[in-house]
């Protein structure tokens, strides 16, 4: 079916035309069947010749009541414009047509009403002529009567035509019932109706009734006065909804898929007109589907980009068109504005306004995942969802969406700080992935841990960092000893030189301590690669563990632990630290009967290199032991986060934690605050 709302100024004949077109009464209320005069929105149907079904929302005509006009024709796809012969262009016909080109309607039909009354001919060319110049463009032009029925087979005829013409939306499309009526049946409950521009809504689905996110049960569906067990935009339906106190809905609130839509209070939009921004009133009326709420304007710049405060959280998404008003001007000032992002960042900074509206302004009508992504850095996927923007790329971790650009920059600034740390700290382990979270101001650890195994990170130019046994640290310097301090530096000198004789007499605890190698220091000479540390006060040369491996090749294999001191020419304190820390490194295999034996046929080399200080086989992942140890991702589940909101953070800069409460995912809310409504 479709769903085509009527326009034109008040008494032009809107009404007697649905009635003429529906045999239905669209003239609801008592009072207005009193005074012959339409006061809020009607409803009525009927089926085309061609067999298609159309809906009609009948819209008030009379000038106070525009909002509840704009409420109908906010949803919908097509207009019927009405304009009567007698009586010509009129003010709220000019006003209607600012609506419908501010909703950027692009389908329609002028009816030229009362063409019993006078020659249709004039109205009608004053109309084609100013409906050209609009969203609308060209139309077909049928002149009526309602009275005399002359007309109406060419109308019907003409309707048919513009339905056929009519794009099929997408039945799969984030579902948001904008409500245009709600009431209670007895013994059903609480009844809300709306035009479904697309999506799909079926019996027993659960939606969220906005702004509380209460959810909702689909109880009972009927389109047109009709029970049935789904429909698809477009449409007219009756909801009859479960878990929603009769009362509590009302015009302008939405029911709307669960994680597939923003609502929020702050927008950035971009006016259609050329006009700039600056003219624009600071307190304005925005109306989108059936809902009207005020908003403060501030420009972005002197271009037509502008960030709106609005007094009530809509559910909406980047690229919905939201039309402006001023109802306190002495003219008609009707806006119609695209919406860009429904969760802005922060314009901390002295010119971000009009750095904003110049990066705003450039942006297509229906921005891109990577538009938004170069705007705000890092997104949840969920977020773009939410959005209404479709995700073009792999999370970086867990859920995160990066620019590549702003990825880039997070990790050379991490390389910075990570070897900021280590200078500051030269005997650190390093620097805890949370601390560099903070550091950069990221949301999430798992984005820091990302950076780290990132490729480009171990690249040979520009950022080089680790992240080894859960700790940050520079990738090794070729000049490991000058990122120690000079006293550590020299003291292992010294060791070394014991140890060039006697390779594997590994200096007694007394000789380390004379030295001032404490276990601080020995473990960041073992980091910086200039020692191999077996045990804890055990220490040898970096190439001991090959060196010993050539040294037992020559022995009968397996061979035992004597056997093994003795042909290294040591004793057991180190001798069976060493063969342990073979075993690990893969050198040795330990047998069950205590022997061992070599692995390989030539040892330190191929399948073993050497990784700071250590031997490791060259299958593990870089980084050796360390790197074994799995990094643990969070796995942030996105189905968790449906079940409690929460803000959405838009990241900016190094900032990138801002919270903005004024914007979030549209999720169920936490029941006990169901309670409380
Ligand atoms: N003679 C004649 N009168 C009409 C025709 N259409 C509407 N009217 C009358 O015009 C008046 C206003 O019509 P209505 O449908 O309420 O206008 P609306 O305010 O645009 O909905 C009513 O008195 C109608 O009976 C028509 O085609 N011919
Ligand atoms: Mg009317």
């Known amino acids: 079916m479709q769903v085509i709302a009527t326009a034109g100024h008040v008494d032009h004949g809107k009404s007697a035309l649905v009635r003429a077109l529906t045999g239905m009464e669209p003239d609801r209320w008592a009072e207005e069947r009193r005074r012959g005069l339409t006061i809020d929105l009607g409803f009525a149907w009927t089926k085309l010749p061609g067999g298609e079904r159309v809906a009609f929302v009948d819209v008030p005509g009379h000038e106070r009541f525009v909002p509840n006009m704009l409420a109908g024709v906010g949803p919908v796809p097509a207009v019927l414009f009405v304009v009567a012969a007698d009586g010509g262009w009129m003010p709220q016909s000019a006003e209607h047509l600012a609506a419908i080109d501010a909703v950027g309607i692009r389908h329609g039909l002028l009816a030229v009403t009362r063409s019993d009354l006078a020659d249709p001919g004039p109205a009608t060319r004053q109309a084609l002529d100013r409906i050209a110049r609009t969203s609308l ?32 939306p997408d039945p799969a499309a984030p579902v948001r019932l904008w409500v245009d009526r709600s009431f209670s049946i007895r013994g059903s409950g609480t009844v809300v109706t709306g035009t479904l521009p697309a999506g799909t809504v079926s019996l027993g689905q659960e939606l969220l009734l906005t702004p509380s996110l209460r959810p909702a049960r689909i109880r009972g569906l009927e389109s047109m006065n009709e029970p049935v067990g789904s429909a698809t935009g477009v449409a007219r339906v009756a909801v009859n909804l479960r878990g929603i106190p009769a009362g509590l809905p009302a015009r302008g609130m939405a029911l709307v898929e669960a994680g597939r839509w923003t609502l929020t209070r702050l927008i950035d939009v971009r006016l259609s007109s050329r006009d700039p921004v600056m003219s624009l009133p600071p307190e304005l009326s925005l109306h989108v589907g059936s809902a009207r709420t005020r908003a403060r304007a501030r420009p972005l710049g002197d271009g037509p980009v502008a960030r709106l405060m609005l007094r009530d959280a809509l559910p909406l ?55 938004l992504l170069r705007r705000h850095g890092l997104l949840r996927s969920g977020a773009l969802t939410a ?74 130019h520009g950022a080089q960092f680790r992240l080894e046994d859960g700790y940050l640290r520079p990738a090794a310097v070729p000049d490991a000893a000058s990122s120690l301090p000079p006293k550590v530096a020299a ?56 060196q010993a491996a050539r040294i037992l090749a020559r022995l009968p294999q397996p061979f035992t632990t004597a056997q093994a001191r003795q042909a290294l020419g040591t004793t057991r304190r180190v001798a069976i630290p060493l063969l342990e820390y073979m075993d690990r490194a893969g050198i040795t295999q330990r047998l069950p009967d205590d022997r061992r034996r070599l692995r390989l046929r030539s040892a330190g080399g191929q399948g073993v290199r050497a990784s700071g200080g250590r031997l490791t086989p060259a299958s593990w992942p870089r980084g050796g032991a360390g790197g074994r140890r799995r990094l643990r991702r969070r796995a942030r589940n996105p189905i968790s986060r449906r079940v409690r909101p929460g803000p959405i953070r838009s990241s900016r800069h190094q900032a990138m934690s801002v919270k903005t409460t004024t914007s979030r995912t549209c999720t169920p809310m936490a029941s006990s605050q169901a309670e409380g409504r």
């Open 137 to 168: 463009g060209a139309v077909s032009a049928v002149a009526v009567s309602a009275v005399t029925g002359a007309g109406l087979p060419e109308l019907r005829d003409a309707l048919t035509r513009l339905v056929a013409a009519l794009p099929v």
């Open 317 to 371: 998404h980047v690229g919905d068109r939201v039309l402006l008003r001023d109802p306190g001007s002495a003219g008609v000032t009707i806006l119609g504005a695209t919406v860009l992002d429904v969760a802005p960042p922060a314009l901390a900074r002295r010119g971000a306004a009009a750095a904003a509206g110049r990066e705003l302004g450039a942006w297509p009508e229906r921005p891109s995942a990577a538009d």
């Open 387 to 460: 959005m209404g923007v479709a995700r073009d790329r792999e999370p970086v971790a867990g859920d995160w969406l990066a620019d590549p650009e702003r990825w880039a920059v997070l990790r050379r600034r991490l390389a910075e700080i990570v070897a900021a740390h280590a200078k500051r700290d030269p005997l650190a382990a390093g620097m805890a992935p949370g601390a560099a979270r903070a550091a950069l101001g990221l949301p999430d650890r798992a984005l820091v841990e990302a950076l780290a195994r990132d490729p480009q990170a171990q690249g040979a």
């Open 491 to 546: 003291a292992v000198r010294a060791v070394l030189a014991d140890l060039a004789d006697a390779p594997f007499a590994a200096p007694e605890a007394g000789r380390l301590q004379d030295l001032g190698l404490d276990q601080r220091a020995i473990a960041a000479a073992a980091r910086a690669g200039l020692l191999l540390r077996v045990a804890e006060q055990v220490v040898l040369a970096p190439d001991a563990a090959p």
